[in-house]
């Protein structure tokens, strides 16, 4: 059994899905392997809402994954994204993910 802030995980694939788990997570971390404003981001993901974009950067940046810039202090805000240490030791974990997806992919065409 592993404890992380009060919350107990069974097993390390629980620890890792509490991390990358859930529809959008895996899929803005991929997008942020490189430095991203918000917008470039709503645009590469057009079919994530604005306010579930907030919410699961808000929560990539509670765990430690990703840094939020503030690059102005006036209006409009320039914020950007990026991995941190810890967010960059999940790109090959999500490579083969994107690979396995992609594999998927292919399967479920030939049915």
């Known amino acids: 059994m592993k404890i992380i802030k009060n919350n107990q995980y069974p097993c390390n694939t629980s620890v890792t899905m509490k991390y990358i788990g ?16 918000y917008n470039e981001l709503r645009k590469e993901i057009p079919s994530i809402t604005e306010r579930t974009l907030s919410l699961q950067l808000k929560e990539l940046e509670t765990d430690g994954l990703i840094v939020r810039t503030v690059h102005t202090n006036k209006a409009p805000l320039k914020v950007s ?26 399967r479920t065409l030939c049915f």
Do not use: C
Not at 22 to 37: F, N
């Open 22 to 37: 859930g529809k959008w997570k895996a899929v803005i971390l991929m997008h942020l392997t490189k430095e991203k404003r």
């Open 81 to 106: 994204y990026h991995l941190t240490d810890f967010g960059k030791s999940l790109e090959p974990v999500l490579k083969v993910i994107e690979q396995w997806g992609a594999m998927a992919a292919k």
